[in-house]
């Protein structure tokens, strides 16, 4: 009894800091754990993308933004997901209505950056959905960077050898179910 409490109050203490937190992907997340814990159905297994350490030291990868494959580097020192003016231009992004009025502080020193939402970027199985990025002017970086504005979306994102580990939420197997059966 005690430990069923236990969970309890811990469960309602996070989905407490997620609804201050006020994600909507987040909100949903707690939910579905909730309700198959309380239902007894079990999880399928959490989605995960291994990255391979780069010769350079860096973690490099491709993830597609808006459904358009880009070049990125994880970057936890940056607080979130910031794109090229090239990349940008590549993806669609509305480039001329976008005001560069956010001060960023690069390896290549300071210049500014405009803020936007990304619909999707996926990394592998790893989907998040309105994901807050910049778009930095044109010819002010070369890379583009993975930020913590999707890595904190994750449940969990850790360095292991030479291998960065990325793991999502796991879904509900019923839902699975819905869906695909819907799509096929």
């Known amino acids: 009894m005690i ?16 609804v201050a937190y006020g994600d909507p992907d987040q909100i949903a997340r707690a939910s579905h ?14 989605p995960a993308v291994q990255v391979p ?6 973690f490099t990868l491709r993830a597609k933004i ?3 494959t880009a070049p990125m580097v994880i970057d936890t020192g940056a607080t979130s997901v910031v794109l090229t003016w090239e990349t940008a231009k590549a993806i669609g992004l509305p480039l001329e209505m976008l005001e560069y009025d956010v001060d960023l ?4 020193g300071h210049t500014k950056a405009a803020r936007l939402t990304l619909d999707r970027l996926a990394v592998g199985h790893l989907v998040e959905k309105s994901v807050p990025a910049l778009v930095v002017q044109r010819g002010q970086m070369k890379t583009n960077l993975l930020g ?3 890595l904190d979306r994750l449940e969990s994102w ?19 179910r819905r869906s ?3 799509v096929d």
């Open 158 to 176: 850790g360095v292991r050898a030479d291998k960065l580990m990325l793991t999502g939420y796991p879904e509900l197997q019923r839902s699975h």
């Open 3 to 18: 430990r069923f409490l236990l969970v309890l109050v811990m469960l309602a203490g996070t989905a407490g800091a997620v």
């Open 148 to 150: 913590m504005s999707f």
């Open 33 to 46: 754990k909730v309700s198959h814990i309380f239902r007894g159905q079990t999880p399928s297994p959490a």
């Open 66 to 68: 808006n459904g358009v």
């Open 180 to 182: 695909r059966t819907a």
């Open 53 to 58: 350490r780069g010769q350079g030291g860096e």
């Open 105 to 108: 502080e690069t390896v290549g």
